[in-house]
């Protein structure tokens, strides 16, 4: 088999979540910790999702029908992680398909998750040759009844595809021969995720200068102004009969605003100030409004309902177009809605006024779609002393380092109009609000820019924007990445006599390169000629100043006449610069200091670059087309002839990944081939050789074998930058191979692989050597150890021949396909032992699954060719078959191998006491089927997600010898007391412990769902119980066990407050319940639904009672079935979160792993109570100890004695006369000195047995 490209040379732009919500107004709620979320990607691959309470992450990948030899690729970077299947990775560097539809966390924060959309909403645009049919041949794909959407300023089509056509959609999309030259490529039509959008004065108009151009008559009269936003309150007294047209590209209900955003900004434009007799009126109050409704009644909308709503306004003939809405995530300036803008712009002249964002507080580069579109006026937030709003988004843009945004204006609390019935914002009375963020500056601008067109209706929209940029008021200590050309001046745009060039992007350089010229052009629209000093200064934001000869003007004065322009040539020389990106201002001053104009400036001066050509060969020496992954500190590099697999780069040192997935006769083989440090200096040629590749070697103590996905990542930083590479397979995978590297000088590297390792399930040997052998799904196992059986040939299952296998092994073929299951009864008849079915393939892998139904004989699966020589065998002489199960595996091996700085010549990693800790785990029976499902998942310090395995089946009353890696790998082990049907989805439910690491050489011992199973606060918590103000943030969980850290809620579809099934599932069968109440002296303050939620309460010192009840009526689930439990405490408001003065019981009994007391006569029980982590500990405690043998009707006081100062035990009294066994309620209480108090009832405990 070839080799399956996954190189992630990731050029295209990612069409990132657009927001323009005011930045007081935030985004979504994270999801609560441990809540599951499923994304379905392009390829109809699902990523499931799990948050931790820590931040941490959990996530899975379940193929798409018919994809599970796919191999799965993981990005960790900046926050986003995202998973890219091998098939898509060279459609993805090439530019056609949108990066962004994998990336998970973009897609999961707008919400294009299973439970929030029921399709995914594309983008698909024609491209290079790609042809009308292959693009209608996509649409045609588009299943969920919506309407086929038009964008022709991007030659482009809005689609929504159902989950069950996106496996048909990408093998349409996907190069049919898998293979991703040159001309393929350009053959097929680009495709991007079609984004949500989601919506980003009586003071701010006077801070530009607006009344100043309305003094002059100037007050928008004739000019057409369009505001895309989320529709407009037409009966609101300032924009009552300002509405020229208005037009819906929402699935909403019309163009009215049930939102509040559109009607605030429309306001601004142009709003008459009627409610308040004129003092907040717009900037533009007579302009002709036309409103775009492109946002929702939820304040949400699509790309490319943004886009429909661009090229109206536009057809309508809007001057200027107010976008107040923006990109969460930067972009190049490459995605649609900037290509959309650029080309509107350009055929209608109009100019598009766009907020730059609100992302400013997470650094530079931060601004997003459309404001990074060239053509795009991009506005930045100052607040009313011009200094600039912490949440503006910064430049420069991704990709080429231009200057974004182009100017700013007053964004911070802006009074403006409120919509009827709407809570945007801080509202002010009925008819005003007040909000911050760029959408709120953008109005502004929009609004000088409509007054500048009256003043001059022959100016273009690029000219206006040159007059807004250049005649701004730039503030000192801001950078240009930041303001621009500044905070608009607009008195000076639409009255001044001379504009420039408003900004000017220079180019980027390499040191040395030649000298290049632009012009600057001065326009003078007075009636006098006027003369300018002219004058150049271009820094980087560390302070290094560009030299005076590498940025030469070509004149140090200009004239400009009357009427008339002027230009001005401007060189750079890039061999006078050093290496750097520069920005800074051409300014232009009359004599009189009375004219001041500026052009921006931005200037990249970088590396040589050099080519860097990528030979690639598999584990036969076969030369084969793939583009691995190239990595740099500036991100990943793109390739600029695929074909040849070369790719122009700057001087520097960068890392090169490639898989490659091959067969072999017993299943698959991984390698990874890395090249970590790689120093380019000149034109480069590497080579990525599979055949260097060496196997990672797992040793362990006893035999073992891999069970579950096998999964490995690259770690790599440099200067300053990082980047987490994945890759994921599932256990048909069998054997690992990564290429030795030399030592790492530059940063850090680790390569880390991941292994689970149980005894074999079975072990399968004929005479001739062992077999490649795998039991049946539903099959049911034969005993455990050694048995040889005598094989005979059984014909094929469509009509088996059973007469001479009664007591033997019976093997079958299946050409025709035949149910197994029916055919199992049949031996099971004819007295056949088992069964070897011999499959159609040579790769015979299955995966056994103790739930559900059993067939009736135990079926064992192999390979088509062993499979035929057993027959052949069989047919010459007589075969016995040995046959080894091990259903219960007594040890597990949890392993994360890890080389730091290099991969040596050889990875072997022996698993012993010294490099783990030894865990002797006991997986309590709860009454169940005997089986649990359980999982382990591992972080490395550089890692945020972790990528699960399987979940994994465990018996149940049964303990286990478990080895974890010890050392800086955090873990956490979730535990569920039942199987799921769903193995390749997280565990979402179920005991989980707290995030940690191991020691090595250390010992432990730790019970699962052992008794007493009850509600309490697990000690050392990362989310205590705490006050904080006047809110209870009420953080307990319902169930935690005997081991201290373990804890569970409600289970989905179970209950207010439960958080997610097992096994993927959306919702559980009804059976966990929970009812929370709140009493504050007495009386009945709240009624909560559960304890894990947040309290408003009076201010005042009182005292509070808590009462928590849980219910769970579950299959398999026999202890702990109902609790009680009664807090009282008293509390007063705090001045920080501070730990409630909540009693916490512990429980420790003498149960075997049935969760059963084997005793006929007396015991212990001991109690424990403490409070929470953070307070002293309870003092002049007194506990009461009570058990029922009949469910709580009648109950036995049991004897206390205090063991220390806050433990104490309690004896429990033997079972009634005349009983072999009872299920044990038990009731504490106890209360300490301060009056701090807890009752706790617990239904069937434990079981107590004779």
């Avoid at 290509?339 to 997470?362: M, Q």
């Avoid at 034109?683 to 797992?698: F, G, H, K, W």
């Avoid at 139904?853 to 027959?871: E, H, T």
Wanted: charged share 20%; net charge negative.
């Amino acid at each position: 088999m070839a080799a399956i490209s996954t190189g992630l040379a990731l050029t295209a732009a990612a069409v990132a979540p657009v927001s323009a919500r005011p930045a007081a107004a935030g985004g979504a709620e994270a999801a609560p910790a441990g809540s599951p979320a499923t994304v379905r990607l392009i390829t109809g691959d699902r990523v499931t999702v799990t948050r931790e309470s820590d931040g941490r992450q959990l996530a899975a990948v379940e193929p798409g029908p018919g994809r599970r030899g796919i191999v799965f690729r993981t990005v960790e970077r900046n926050g986003h992680v995202t998973v890219l299947p091998s098939d898509a990775a060279p459609l993805v560097a090439a530019g056609q398909v949108d990066r962004a539809l994998f990336d998970v966390t973009a897609l999961l924060a707008q919400r294009y998750d299973e439970a929030h959309t029921d399709a995914l909403p594309l983008i698909v645009g024609r491209t290079g040759s790609a042809s009308a049919r292959e693009v209608n041949a996509l649409t045609a794909l588009a299943g969920d009844g919506s309407p086929v959407r038009t964008l022709g300023s991007i030659d482009a089509r809005a689609l929504r595809v159902a989950p069950q056509d996106l496996g048909r959609f990408w093998k349409e999309l996907a190069p049919a021969d898998g293979q991703f030259k040159a001309s393929s490529l350009s053959a097929t039509p680009r495709v991007w995720l079609d984004g949500r959008v989601d919506a980003a004065l009586d003071r701010s108009t006077a801070q530009i200068g607006a009344p100043d151009v309305w003094e002059k008559g100037y007050r928008g009269e004739g000019v057409k102004v369009a505001v895309l936003d989320t529709g407009v309150d037409q009966t609101h007294p300032d924009l009552a009969g300002r509405i020229a047209e208005a037009k819906d590209f929402t699935d909403s209900s019309g163009t009215g605003d049930v939102f509040g955003h559109g009607t605030h900004v429309a306001s601004i434009v142009g709003g008459t100030g009627a409610a308040s007799a004129g003092s907040r009126k717009g900037v533009a109050p007579a302009a002709e409004l036309l409103v775009g409704k492109v946002l929702g009644d939820d304040g949400f909308g699509t790309e490319s309902q943004v886009i429909a709503g661009m090229e109206w306004a536009a057809a309508q003939g809007a001057k200027v177009v107010n976008m107040s809405l923006g990109s969460d995530d930067a972009t190049d300036g490459t995605d649609p809605m900037s290509l959309a803008l650029n080309e509107l712009s350009k055929s209608s002249g109009a100019l598009f006024v766009v907020a730059a964002g609100n992302s400013g507080e997470a650094g530079t580069g931060t601004v997003g779609s459309p404001g990074a579109a060239d053509e795009a006026l991009t506005v930045g937030a100052v607040d009313r002393d011009d200094s600039l709003a912490p949440f503006s988004s910064r430049g420069p843009r991704l990709g080429d380092d231009a200057v974004k945004p182009d100017v700013t204006a007053p964004g911070v609390g802006i009074v403006a109009a409120r919509a009827a019935g709407t809570t945007l914002g801080d509202p002010v009375d009925e008819h005003y609000t007040a909000a911050s963020g760029t959408s709120m500056a953008t109005p502004h601008v929009t609004g000088a820019a409509a007054l500048i067109a009256q003043r001059h209706p022959d100016w273009s929209g690029e000219r206006i924007k040159d007059a807004l940029v250049s005649t701004a008021h730039t503030v000192t200590g801001q950078l240009v990445t930041e303001q621009g050309g500044g905070r608009i001046d607009l008195p000076a745009a639409a009255l001044g006599p001379v504009t420039a060039t408003g900004g000017l992007t220079l180019g980027s350089f390499e040191t040395g390169a030649a000298a290049r010229t632009s012009t600057l052009t001065y326009s003078n629209s007075s009636d006098k000629d006027v003369t300018l000093t002219l004058q150049a200064h271009l820094a980087t934001a560390g302070g290094q100043t560009a030299p005076a000869d590498a940025v030469r003007l070509g004149a140090a004065s200009v004239r400009v006449p009357a009427g008339g322009t002027a230009e001005v040539p401007l060189t750079v020389d890039p061999a006078k610069a050093g290496r750097g990106k520069y920005y800074g201002y051409v300014t232009g001053t009359d004599a009189a200091g009375t004219v001041s104009v500026h052009t921006t400036l931005s200037l990249v001066v970088h590396g040589p670059v050099h080519r860097l050509t990528v030979r690639t060969y598999d584990k036969d020496g076969n030369r084969i087309q793939a583009l691995p992954t190239i990595w740099g500190p500036d991100g990943f590099v793109g390739y600029t002839d695929a074909d040849a697999a070369v790719a122009e780069v700057e001087e520097g040192t960068y890392q090169l990944n490639e898989t490659f997935l091959d067969t072999a006769s017993d299943g698959q083989e991984l390698r990874e081939v890395v090249l970590p440090e790689v120093k380019v200096t000149k034109d480069t040629t590497v080579t990525l050789d599979a055949r260097a590749t060496r196997q990672v070697q797992i040793r362990t103590p006893e035999p073992a074998e891999q069970r579950g996905i096998l999964s490995y990542q690259t770690y790599r930083e440099l200067d300053g930058q990082s980047l987490l590479q994945g890759t994921m397979y599932f256990d048909l995978a069998k054997r690992l191979y990564v290429s030795p590297t030399s030592r790492v000088h530059d940063g850090t590297f680790e390569f880390v692989s991941r292994w689970q390792l149980v005894a074999p399930l079975l072990d399968l040997t004929s005479p001739d050597g062992k077999l490649n052998a795998y039991y049946m799904p539903a099959s049911p196992l034969l005993d455990d150890g050694a048995r040889t059986l005598t094989a005979v040939d059984a014909g094929d299952a469509s009509a088996p021949d059973f007469t001479k296998a009664r007591g033997r092994v019976a093997v079958l073929t299946n050409e025709q396909n035949v149910y197994e299951k029916d055919v199992m009864a049949q031996a099971a008849a004819a007295g056949v032992r088992a069964v070897v079915l011999v499959h159609f393939a040579d790769i015979s892998w299955t995966r056994w699954s103790p739930d559900g139904d059993r067939w009736a004989v135990p079926a064992i699966r192999i390979g088509n060719s062993a499979g035929a020589a057993l027959l052949d065998r069989i047919h010459h002489r007589t075969t016995e078959l040995t046959f080894r199960t091990t259903a219960r595996s007594p040890y597990l091996y949890d392993v994360e191998q890890v080389a730091k700085q290099q991969i040596p010549q050889q990875v072997v990693y022996t698993v012993s006491e010294r490099n783990s800790t030894v865990v002797h785990t006991t997986y309590a029976d709860n009454g169940g089927t005997g089986w649990a499902s359980e999982q382990r998942f591992g972080w490395r310090p550089s890692q945020q997600t972790a990528w699960l395995q399987y979940t994994r089946y465990v018996p149940t009353g049964f303990e286990r010898t478990e080895y974890v890696t010890a050392g800086d790998t955090t873990w956490q082990h979730l535990v569920h007391h039942t199987t799921t049907f769903d193995v390749d989805m997280p565990l979402n439910a179920g005991m989980r412990d707290e995030p940690r690491s191991y020691r090595a050489g250390a010992q432990e011992h730790e019970t699962w769902q052992g008794s007493v199973v009850r509600p309490s606060i697990p000690a050392g918590t990362a989310t205590p119980t705490v006050r904080n103000g006047d809110v209870l943030r009420l953080r307990i969980p319902e169930f935690t066990d005997s081991q201290p850290g373990h804890w569970s809620r409600l289970e989905a579809g179970s209950g207010d407050g439960g958080v997610g099934g097992f096994g993927g599932r959306a919702a559980e069968p009804a059976g966990d319940s929970a009812t929370a109440t709140l009493y504050r002296d007495g009386t009945r303050l709240a009624d909560l639904g559960n304890a894990w939620t947040d309290a408003l309460v009076p201010s005042a010192a009182a005292n509070y009672r808590l009462e928590l009840t849980t219910s769970r009526n579950l299959p398999g689930w026999t202890y702990g079935t109902a609790t009680e439990t009664s807090w009282s405490f008293r509390s007063a408001r705090t001045d920080k979160a501070m730990p409630l003065p909540l009693l916490q019981l512990d429980y420790a009994l003498p149960v075997d792993a049935h969760n059963t007391v084997g005793k006929e006569g007396g015991y212990g029980l001991d109690v424990s109570v403490r409070a929470q982590q953070g307070l002293p500990a309870p003092r002049g405690l007194h506990v009461q100890v009570e058990t029922s043998y009949d469910d709580g009707k009648t109950w036995h006081t049991a004897s206390v004695r205090g063991r220390d100062a806050d433990s104490f035990r309690a004896s429990v009294q033997g079972l009634p006369k005349g009983r072999s066994s009872a299920y044990v309620t038990l009731r504490v209480t106890a209360e300490d000195g301060s009056g701090n108090s807890v009752r706790q009832t617990v239904r069937r405990a434990w079981l107590q047995r004779s």
